[in-house]
């Protein structure tokens, strides 16, 4: 199978990792449990809420951890050995369900109500900045320390 590069433009450097996040993401979409992502005001930045409908799960059979730039919620319910079912068509079983965040996102807070848990984020704005860089003169050679120190940088 070929794999079809998103980020193969000559001025797009450096893009690897982001190409592997969008396999990843895409690997990702089962379809259960059914998830909203609605985005929030916010004083500064954006402010986004995940809520995911996980009915019959309780709060120890649920997990919420940041692993690698990747939100992972998982569920897993334990089998009641005591009950015997005619029909069963509430879902029981596992499930993990993965979000790729963006550098600089932060989990505020999860919680589980009503058979929905939410997951507050929050990416606050980025500052912008600019960087100048000295050019030398031709033969002049590489840069030294003494080039790096007259680097500035101005905030836009």
């Known amino acids: 199978m070929t794999r079809v590069l998103h980020f193969n433009s ?17 690997k990702a979409s089962d379809g259960y449990p059914p998830y909203n992502v609605e985005q ?4 500064k930045g954006d402010a986004l ?7 019959g799960f309780s709060r120890e059979e649920l997990s ?35 979000f790729v965040l963006a550098d600089g996102m932060e989990v505020k807070a ?13 990416r606050p704005e980025p500052e912008h900045m600019v960087r100048r860089i000295e050019i030398s003169e031709a033969g002049a050679g590489t840069p030294g320390k003494k ?7 101005d905030a836009v």
């Open 10 to 26: 000559p001025f797009l450097l450096g893009f690897d990792e982001l190409e592997r996040l969008l396999d990843r993401a895409a």
């Open 40 to 43: 929030l005001p916010a004083e």
């Open 49 to 55: 809420r995940i809520t995911l409908a996980v009915a």
């Open 64 to 98: 919420v951890t940041v692993e690698n730039n990747q939100l992972v919620i998982r569920g897993r319910q334990e089998e009641d050995g005591a009950r015997t079912y005619l029909h069963r068509g509430i879902a029981a079983r596992q499930f993990q369900r993965s």
């Open 110 to 122: 999860a919680r589980l109500e009503n058979g929905l848990l939410t997951i507050d984020l929050l």
């Open 147 to 153: 080039a790096e120190r007259r680097v500035e940088r």
